[in-house]
């Protein structure tokens, strides 16, 4: 599941984030755009939150992400260190938007694998190659750009007598550049890495079952973006689509050709407006028992807590 957006705990929006994930009862959500801080205060204030609505979620865990944490570097050229632009992801301080994880069940921390210090060079293919030959990043760059804007992450999960491996990620934005498509070709990789990782390319090959779920900020019909990645990622035999969608009569087009009921997020419009963006993808051994988005049709919370809508999906362990 997913959710984006939260804010401090005396923030109302914190209320209607907590009330939702209460009556959505997940036993494990892969949580997108929670700040980080080294003792999982903000996270921890949020379970409690979500406690006192009626759904425990006793296991937390969470790493420092990308997100302003400084290069040291001037990445956007204005002259300045230091900014926002300026570090491995975007940030006005570090541990802004980062991830964390909550689950009814153990988080085995032992074995987490963390890539989100891996550099952006390291990937293999990496689009950092421009049409004319020259390359994208200096090398001056090359040798500190992460991969990851916020981060890429294995969280094995202890369910009863089964380790479920949930592969999370939180994505550039492919929009907010130049011609050079810097941020499009980020995220085209940030994406793609997750079908190195299942090649094997980042070591051992993650062991089924497995759920990938994040936000890969690209939809793969409408809006910017470089499309191939994530009809990559959703071709792939090794995952299945649950095709997760809005209750019927809710989703409105707004000019795209993509189903309306698959868009998790309500941009305002006309551009980029409502897109699909969080997927939830379990891996071909998972039976998938049902699957949707909880939107401000079905729960008025969700306008209160996030333009995005939690996804979810009821799997089957066998």
């Not at 997913?2 to 401090?8: A, E, G, P």
């Not at 959505?24 to 979500?50: C, E, F, K, N």
């Not at 570097?73 to 975007?90: C, E, H, S, V």
């Not at 997750?194 to 390319?201: C, I, R, S, V």
């Amino acid at each position: 599941m997913l959710l984006r957006d939260i804010l401090s705990e005396d923030d109302p929006q914190v209320e209607s984030v907590a009330r939702l994930i209460a009556r959505a009862t997940p036993d494990v959500i892969a949580l997108q755009g929670i700040d980080y801080d080294h003792d999982l205060i903000s996270a921890r204030a949020l379970v409690r939150r979500i406690s006192a609505h009626g759904h425990d979620l006793p296991h937390v865990f969470a790493l420092r992400p990308n997100t302003g944490m400084t290069t040291g570097l001037d990445l956007d050229g204005d002259g300045r260190k230091g900014r926002p632009k300026d570090a491995q992801g975007y940030g006005t301080f570090a541990g802004q938007g980062g991830m964390a994880v909550l689950s009814r069940f153990p988080v085995v921390t032992e074995d987490v694998r963390d890539f989100s210090d891996i550099l952006w060079r390291d990937m293999p293919e990496a689009l950092l190659r421009l049409e004319d030959g020259t390359t994208l990043l200096p090398d001056r760059v090359k040798k500190v750009q992460h991969l990851s804007t916020v981060g890429h992450w294995v969280v094995p999960v202890r369910i009863e007598d089964q380790t479920l491996r949930l592969l999370t990620f939180h994505a550039s934005p492919p929009v907010f550049d130049g011609p050079e498509d810097r941020n499009g070709r980020r995220n085209h990789d940030e994406i793609v890495f997750w079908l190195k990782y299942l090649d094997g390319a980042f070591g051992a090959r993650p062991q089924p079952p497995f759920v990938l779920a994040g936000d890969a900020n690209l939809d793969p019909i409408d809006g910017a973006g470089r499309k191939a990645a994530i009809r990559r990622l959703l071709a792939d035999d090794r995952m299945v689509d649950p095709k997760p969608m809005r209750p019927a009569g809710v989703a409105q087009g707004n000019g795209h050709d993509g189903d309306p009921r698959l868009d998790t997020v309500d941009w305002p419009g006309p551009d980029p407006g409502s897109l699909r963006v969080s997927y939830v993808l379990p891996s071909a051994d998972l039976e998938v028992l049902k699957a949707g988005i909880v939107t401000d049709a079905t729960n008025r919370s969700v306008e209160d807590a996030s333009r995005h809508g939690l996804v979810w999906v009821d799997l089957l362990l066998k």
